[in-house]
Structure formats: structure tokens, C-alpha cells
């Protein structure tokens, strides 16, 4: 028999097993449900409403709706697309996102239902041969441990013109404050002036994923891109993790900074925005 149902506390067991068995696919959810457990406390973006997709007693796919507007969907068997559609088209969410091969199936169901306001195909990268860069004079400032205004408007920024994402100083900082200890955020900072960011976003057992990759506009083409990705490379190697990150196709720039330090594709992965309110 097919069935969705909430997901609870007590269900945490079953959780990690299927997290376990889709490593790589379910980042966002393995952190988020490690960090901030199963149960939704609506006043913590990270929280969420978790949906899970039975075939008998065997969950084999989880729909989560995150407080802070996300939506990463995971399943192991196709029954579960009509199922999810269903529950999105009701749903409230901004970004639909993860590998293509999940996401696409959903956004076709969904999407007369929804208005879209951005569609990007991206390539999903892993690190397993980095080849170190670094420029002279830049330091890193870690961001969740200085959190000073500075750092947080140069974020707020970054968020506006880079993300297209506008974001209130306090909510940076709770985010900030609300880190696990692998979630690094740094920033790129040179003769005084910062000039780029880049975190890592989420983590399972065995990688680190980066995100939130940002240089100042006058800035770029500098590489300060590569280098504060190389950097956090360097981090996550040290704690015996693997480094991944996703990239717009279209992004060539970027896509040829990260190939430079070691990253290859490894699958297709696909970032929906939405109207929340649709």
C-alpha cells in the first residue's frame, strides 16, 4: 500500500537509514534534521514539515517544507511523484531544488500551479583530486565567530546582488549563530576591503557541500572566487571530508574555477525559484 504521512521524532530511525542510503542526494536533509531535529518549531528557519512516501511499511521518499521557504524532495521510487505533486501544488515554498533526475519529474506535475520565476540547470561537482589556490595577501575571516556589521551588511549584500535574495541584518545573524560546527562561512578579505564569501551549506557524514558563492561586483575576475573555494576545500580535506558544491551550466566562469582546483561533474542538478506565494 502507497502513503504519504507527517513524519515525527519517532521516526528518526528510518530517517537516518534512508539518508544513509542516498548520501550524496540528501545533504540538505541530513544536516537540517541532525541540527534541528524532525519536529517543525515553526520560529527556526531550518525546521521544517516532513512528508514521508510509504510502500508498506518502507519509506522510500521524504518531502520536507522548510520554514525559510526551501523545498528539497528526495525519493528512491517514482510512485512517489503524483503523491508529492499533489501536496507541493497546496504548499507555500520559494526554492525547489536538488538533482535533476528528482526535481524535473516534480516540476512538470507542479508547474502549471505555480509561478515560476527562475529555472536553472546546474552541474552537481565533487572534489576527490583538489589542487590548491591561493593568492597572496587575502585572509579569511570566519564569519559566524567574528559576526561583526561589517561582515553582516557585506552579507545582506551579497544575499541582494548576488542571490537576488533580500535578507534582514538580524535574520543573518541568527543564521549566522545557528551554524553547526562544519557549516563555515567565510569571507575573502584583502587590504582591509572584503571582497568575496563562500560556506559551507550543508554536510553528511562523508562531504562537505559549499555554497553561497559571492565576489563584490568590482571585484570579480580577481580570483578571489577560486580562492576562498579553495580554501574551504582545504578545510573540508582536513576533517576527512569530500568537497562538493552545484553551478549554474551557464556560469562558465565559475564552472572553469572549479575545474581548475579539482572539481568534476557528477550529476545534474536543478534550482527553482517560485513565487512563495503561488
Known amino acids: 500500500m502507497l ?60 518531502l520536507p517544507f522548510y520554514n ?32 535533476y533526475k528528482i526535481i524535473r519529474p516534480l516540476y512538470v506535475e507542479i508547474k502549471a500551479y505555480k509561478e515560476i520565476q527562475a529555472y536553472d540547470e546546474s552541474s552537481y561537482f565533487i572534489n576527490k583530486n583538489f589542487k590548491p589556490f591561493i593568492l597572496d595577501g587575502v585572509n579569511f575571516i570566519n564569519a559566524n565567530k567574528v559576526n561583526s556589521d561589517e561582515v553582516v551588511n557585506f552579507i545582506v549584500d551579497a544575499n541582494a546582488k548576488g542571490f537576488n535574495q533580500i535578507v534582514a541584518k538580524e535574520d543573518i545573524r541568527k543564521s549566522l549563530t545557528l551554524r553547526g560546527e562544519e557549516e563555515e562561512f567565510i569571507i575573502a ?3 582591509g576591503k572584503l571582497v568575496a564569501q563562500a560556506c559551507v551549506q ?10 553561497g558563492v559571492y565576489t563584490a561586483e568590482d571585484e570579480k575576475n580577481k580570483g ?32 572553469k574555477a572549479y575545474t581548475a582546483i579539482g572539481f568534476e561533474p557528477y550529476d545534474d542538478y536543478l534550482i527553482i525559484r517560485c513565487n512563495r506565494n503561488s
Open 68 to 99: 525559510l521557504g526551501s523545498c528539497t524532495p528526495h525519493y528512491e521510487v517514482d510512485d512517489a511523484v503524483p503523491l508529492f505533486a499533489e501536496l507541493m501544488k497546496k504548499r507555500n515554498f520559494e526554492f525547489l531544488l536538488g538533482m
Open 202 to 211: 550543508t554536510y553528511t557524514p562523508q562531504i562537505n557541500q559549499i555554497g
Open 3 to 62: 502513503m504519504i504521512r507527517l513524519l515525527t521524532q519517532s521516526d528518526k530511525q528510518i530517517i537516518l537509514e534512508y539518508l544513509e542510503r542516498n548520501e550524496i542526494e540528501t545533504s540538505f536533509l541530513y544536516a537540517n534534521i541532525i541540527g534541528f531535529g524532525i519536529e517543525n518549531r515553526k520560529g527556526i528557519r531550518r525546521c521544517a514539515d516532513y512528508y514521508g512516501f510509504f510502500d508498506g511499511e518502507v519509506l522510500k521518499g521524504i
Open 224 to 255: 578571489y572566487c577560486k580562492a576562498i573555494v579553495s580554501e574551504l576545500c582545504r578545510r573540508i580535506i582536513a576533517r576527512g571530508k569530500i568537497p562538493t558544491l552545484s553551478a549554474k551550466k551557464k556560469n562558465i566562469p565559475a564552472v
Open 189 to 191: 578579505e584583502k587590504d
